[in-house]
């Protein structure tokens, strides 16, 4: 009886001004997206021809190169590790479980100007051998160049394997016990078990870890740029900011936009079969584990060991070394300016979308109308949209209100409003909130679906009405999750670079356009300091998250013998 | 603000709350279908009914937070609900008790008691609430987290909140379901004295008709989105109006038997004589409902049968019996009478409410 009352949803509200809030602030959010497609559909033939006869097959080859290398590595690298530290008994398998999502703090052009500063010619490493083996110019020995599209697939696996390590872990959590004890009595072995039981039932959420991966790789202009691979992401920015030509951007942007659609019906696809894999009894079992004897049990250290010292501690002592080589250069009042810049524009976008997000999240909860999980749902597509082209779709609909506010002005005042929107920090803080609003929403929804609608209805007969009931009850009950959705979503601002480079007002930077410039410029040193301030920032999301792995473990195994 | 109800006049039938055909469905799915009902002011009534009936709807309609597709709902005379219309919840001051207790959390049992009275000052909301745990035995916890008390006590608090803002109407749904039996019991006890002597309006929803019978004095059965039967627990236990009411309330059995008279009844343990006319015709095939309190020992052994399982009850000991004739019965008697399994004891029946339907033919 109790679970038909938890599935019969109770009316708290009908449609009203919460529900037409949501759908237009659903509807605003969703306005880039469309008009990227809209605006695309208009001809640039120019520049296309120009386009498609020089740079174009480039933009596509390297997405696609990069697209496959970078999810088959960190396929790789994730699900091993997570089958080691889900599945094995090795010394350090506890620390492991939560060292290995330190990568996540990284994006990946920060890590990939720390490796070229390490691994570069005049770099410590060259200069060590050539020390050491007494050459003395580069045509003396082969040393592999890191600034190409290998280096930009192996640099990228190595922030992005945390995605699927962190799904599959979690899938090979709640496999069924019995099905892995029946494999076993069957008299399989512990591989064949783990090819022919365990991968195909994590299937659905490695696949899941790997498009996300892939969404984070699409997006990716800071590294590309500076390895001189440019992808379809290069491509918008290059004939934006450099032919001038929205059309042109809108239309490359369309084509990357069909590369993520591709990504989400696969991710789609297997979140479907999902259902069939996952058997909820004998869930909380304990999972029997292997005990690895001490070779292999070294082995296992070191698979997880690479991934966390090439993805996190080697970048952060390399950053490390060169802030405090280049401080007196990189600790300037400009630097504590764009710091300032940087702390405001994602502070401010971080409170708007979690605002939001609660507004959105909140409202879904009173009404399940079709309508509103429609247009909520269509709203939170933004972060699978990659930042270039979301700022296209961005400057286009600013950019049309802007000349109408100024033709009206000019028309009835004589007066000339300028451009109000676009060019402005306001349009830098609209993208944040179109790309990031998913991951606040997400959040703060499992939050909310903690607390047992009865509080809602308690709190109504009390005289509460739904807004106060929000703010009275609500909110404090799920102020744990709000915090964390205000820490993810500040931190992915201040790495976010596209977006920000397209939108940004003439001459205002933050500290990834600094960190970007600066390495342009092949100037890293003075970069670093700034590079280093963004993980160090981007720790504290993943501190969370750690803190969230850690909780789960009672679910965790437990040695059987 | 919270009592702007057009008009605060009682309705001509006098009574508090009036449900008029009312209907409302989850999706394509009916929850309750042509539903009317009048509770007085000052009565306690229950719903009773399996999961699924449609009871936890008509209380949520009745709170505000379920939509009519057809029908009225009416407090105090004045429209609260109709398809085209709801009185927002906040405004139809109607206390409500819930299954999990809703306490909130995060506050105090003061500040949860306290929650529905923010219009009134600091001092006289906490005299207010101060005087409403005394009452109810909660003085001692009111600086406490609902987490650090007990499900009874909880329970309390959950009515301490729901009662403090002097609702119009109670609602409890399922209030004892969370609690164990022994403390159910005392809770329900508890809880029916301090309503009766306070004169609170209420209306509870349960599946469990311990708990109806322990609060209410009219209850209605609801089956499918329906009321079958609304009347007093005396009338459903010895009157049920149809074969569903009498095999959910209370024990018994069916016996086949056929009308020879009016107000006579033959089976095989013998002609039952009703105290009023029955109303089928003479020579209807008919089933008898015989409660396990109308079946007594006997020392004329007029019908002999067998004692196949029994249970413990501490002051009575429940039979189940097999006749000679084949039949089976169960048989409620004090526990001094102690058969074993296997036994052959002498029984009759009395049956002082004859409760007879048309057999089915199948």
């Known amino acids: ?100 999502l330190l990568p996540l703090a990284f994006p990946a052009y920060v890590i990939a100007y720390a490796y070229t500063d390490l691994l570069e010619y005049a770099g410590p490493v060259q200069s060590l051998l050539r020390l050491h083996f007494e050459w003395s110019s580069p045509a003396e020995y082969w040393f592999p160049n890191l600034r190409s599209i290998g280096g930009a697939i192996i640099l990228m696996a190595f922030v992005l394997y945390p995605y699927v390590y962190l799904l599959a872990r979690s899938a090979f959590l709640t496999q069924s016990v019995s099905t892995l004890e029946i494999s076993r009595a069957l008299g399989r072995t512990s591989w064949q078990t783990f090819f022919l039981v365990s991968l195909p039932n994590a299937r659905p959420a490695i696949v899941v870890g790997i498009a996300l991966a892939s969404m984070e790789t699409l997006n990716d202009y800071g590294t590309v740029d500076f390895f001189s691979v440019p992808t379809l992401t290069a491509g918008i920015i290059d004939v ?11 239309q490359i942007a369309t084509m990357l936009v069909f590369f993520v659609v591709l990504l989400i019906l696969f991710e789609k696809a297997s979140r479907r079969n999902r259902r069939y894999y996952q058997q909820s009894s004998s869930r909380y079992k304990p999972l029997p584990t292997y005990s690895l004897n001490k070779w292999r049990g070294a082995l296992a250290i070191v698979i997880c060991g ?10 952060v002592l390399v950053l490390t070394r060169l802030s405090i080589i280049y401080f007196s250069e990189s600790w300037t009042p400009h630097f504590q300016k764009l710091a300032a810049n940087s702390l405001t524009v994602s502070g401010m976008a971080a409170l708007l979308t979690v605002a939001l997000a609660l507004f959105i999240s909140y409202s879904r909860r009173l009404q399940d109308g079709k309508i509103i999980q429609i247009s909520t749902t ?59 609003l998913t991951i606040a929403v997400g959040q703060i929804e499992s939050s909310l679906g903690g607390v047992a609608l009865t509080v809602d209805m308690a709190a109504r007969t009390l005289g509460y009405s739904a807004r106060s ?67 160090l920032v981007g720790v504290i999301p993943v501190v969370l998250l750690c803190h969230l792995v850690v909780r789960s473990r009672d679910k965790s195994p437990t040695r059987l013998r | 603000m919270t009592n702007n109800q057009e008009s605060t006049t009682t309705s001509v039938d006098g009574s508090l709350l009036s449900l008029d055909k009312i209907s409302s469905s989850y999706g394509p799915r009916a929850a309750i279908r042509q539903v009317s009902m009048e509770v007085k002011e000052g009565s306690q009534v229950c719903l009773l009914g399996p999961s699924g009936s449609g009871k936890t709807t008509i209380l949520r309609a009745i709170a505000g937070f379920q939509r ?65 745990l005394d009452q109810m035995g909660l003085g001692a916890y009111s600086e406490r987290h609902p987490h650090e008390l007990s499900g009874g006590e909880q329970q309390r608090v959950a009515l301490a909140r729901a009662l403090a803002i002097k609702p119009i109407l109670l609602l409890m749904d399922e209030p004892f379901s969370s609690l164990d039996l022994e403390l159910r019991e005392t809770m329900t006890q508890e809880i029916s004295d301090f309503l009766k002597s306070n004169n609170i309006t209420c209306i509870m929803v349960t599946h469990d008709q311990n708990d109806a019978f322990a609060i209410a004095s009219e209850i209605g059965v609801m089956r499918d989105g329906q009321i079958v039967q609304w009347d007093t627990p005396y009338n459903l236990y010895h ?36 105290s009023h006319p029955l109303e089928l015709a003479s020579g209807t095939a008919v ?58 004891i002498g029984i009759q029946l009395e049956v002082d409410h004859v409760v007879a339907f048309r057999r089915l033919s199948d």
């Open chain 1, 469 to 535: 009931t929000m703010v009275r009850f609500h909110v404090p009950l799920i102020s744990g999750g709000l915090f964390t959705a205000l820490m993810i979503v500040f931190v992915d601002c201040m790495k976010e670079l596209p977006a920000t480079l397209i939108l940004r007002p003439f001459g205002f930077e933050t500290l990834a356009t600094h960190v970007f410039y600066f390495a342009s410029d092949e100037m890293l040193g003075q970069s670093a300091l700034g590079s280093l301030t963004i993980v």
């Open chain 1, 1 to 100: 009886m109790v679970a038909v009352a938890l599935m019969l949803k109770p009316n708290l509200w009908r449609w009203n001004w919460w529900t037409l809030g949501a759908v237009f602030l659903a509807a605003i959010v969703s306005l880039p997206i469309i008009a990227v497609f809209g605006f695309a559909a208009q001809p640039a033939p120019d520049i296309w021809m120009h386009l498609l006869t020089t740079s174009f097959p480039f933009y596509l080859r390297n997405t696609f190169v990069l697209l496959i290398g970078v999810a088959c590595l960190v396929a790789l690298i994730g699900v091993s590790t997570a089958w080691l530290v889900s599945m094995c008994n090795f010394p350090g398998r506890q620390i492991f479980e939560w060292l290995l």
């Open chain 2, 68 to 132: 009519l597709s057809s029908g009225t709902i009416c407090i105090n005379g004045a429209i609260v609900s109709n398809p085209g219309y709801e009185l927002p919840t906040e405004q139809r001051r109607v206390g409500m008790v819930f299954q999990d207790h809703a306490l909130f959390p995060h506050l105090t049992i003061a500040e949860n008691v306290g929650a529905g009275l923010r219009k009134l000052t600091r001092n006289r909301r906490r005299k207010q609430v101060l005087e409403l």
């Open chain 1, 240 to 250: 934006w900011l450099g032919m001038g030509s929205l059309a042109a951007g809108a």
């Open chain 1, 306 to 315: 690479v991934p966390v010292v090439c993805g996190f501690l080697l970048p």
């Open chain 2, 239 to 274: 009157q049920p109006a149809n074969r569903f009411v009498a095999d959910f309330i209370g024990n018994g059995v069916f016996v086949e038997g056929t009308v020879i008279s009016p107000g006579v009844i033959h089976t095989s343990f013998g002609e039952l004589q009703a």
């Open chain 1, 378 to 436: 269509f709203a939170t597509l933004g972060y699978a949209i990659p930042g270039a082209v979301l700022a296209v779709g961005i400057l286009t609909p600013l950019g049309f209100i802007d000349n109408a506010v100024d033709a009206f002005l000019q028309k009835h005042f004589n007066l000339s409003s300028g451009l109000l929107f676009s060019g402005t920090v306001a349009a830098v803080v609209f993208a944040y909130i179109v790309r990031f």
């Open chain 2, 287 to 344: 089933e008898v409902l015989i409660r396990p309190d109308d079946v007594v020992p006997s020392s004329d052994q007029q019908i002999l049968a067998k004692v196949v399982r029994l249970a413990f009850k501490g002051a009575e000991i429940l039979y189940t019996l097999e006749t000679e004739l084949g039949g089976v019965l169960l048989g409620l008697f004090p526990s001094h009478t102690n058969y074993s399994v296997g036994q052959t």
